[in-house]
């Protein structure tokens, strides 16, 4: 028989409810823990962390997942010194290597210099396994970047940066290290350099 104790009052049943939020709650109404977001370049830094660009670009990464999982927003490495305006956070589905579907976005909240940013979709974005995507960003002015970065894989648990020209079955082959220059975010046609930009994703499993 479980164990009951007096608690504020009440008698509580110690094997059938844990604490939370300041009430007790019975252990078949505990909530799930949500999953931590994966990302895929974890602990990794811009060779040249302010580019200096008074133009406005669209900047982008093309990644694979190895399972299906949802998208819950992409993120991207601040310059140290250099104003962003205010960018704006992307996810598009690759068809091919110049032309893909945009899935959604998001404008970024709080900018903090020299670090990761991230901007969050209203709702997140469910992607099918081995199907290549662009995180991306679009920022008014200043960007960081790593030549020749992407020009191998950066692989981290279920998610992988595909390198440059990399031979996708049924496609051309896919350039990474993204980039179009516009006033407004617009899928990225061109690559240079295969140059990391350093836009990435917010991923769990399905």
Not at 62 to 69: D, L, M, Y
Not at 164 to 185: K, T
């Amino acid at each position: 028989m479980p164990r009951r104790v007096r608690v504020g009052g009440s008698w509580v049943d110690v094997r059938r409810s844990v604490r939370l939020g300041g009430a007790w709650v019975p252990v078949d109404q505990e909530p799930p823990l949500e999953a931590v977001p994966l990302s895929i370049m974890d602990g990794l830094t811009p060779a040249n962390p302010n580019v200096d660009d008074t133009e406005s670009y669209t900047l982008g990464t093309v990644w694979i997942a190895s399972v299906p999982g949802r998208v819950h927003g992409v993120r991207l490495f601040c310059p140290s010194t250099l104003p962003l305006g205010t960018p704006t956070g992307l996810l598009y589905r690759l068809d091919t290597d110049s032309a893909g579907v945009e899935l959604a976005r998001a404008d970024f909240g709080a900018l903090t210099p020299g670090a990761w940013c991230e901007a969050l979709f209203a709702e997140p974005i469910s992607v099918a396994a081995n199907q290549p995507y662009v995180a991306a960003y679009w920022t008014q002015r200043g960007y960081v970047a790593t030549s020749r970065g992407l020009s191998q894989p950066i692989v981290s648990g279920g998610l992988t940066a595909v390198p440059n020209e990399w031979a996708y079955p049924g496609v051309d082959l896919l350039r990474n290290g993204r980039y179009g220059q516009g006033s407004a975010p617009a899928f990225p046609v061109n690559a240079f350099n295969a140059t990391n930009y350093f836009a990435d994703v917010l991923w769990t499993p399905a």
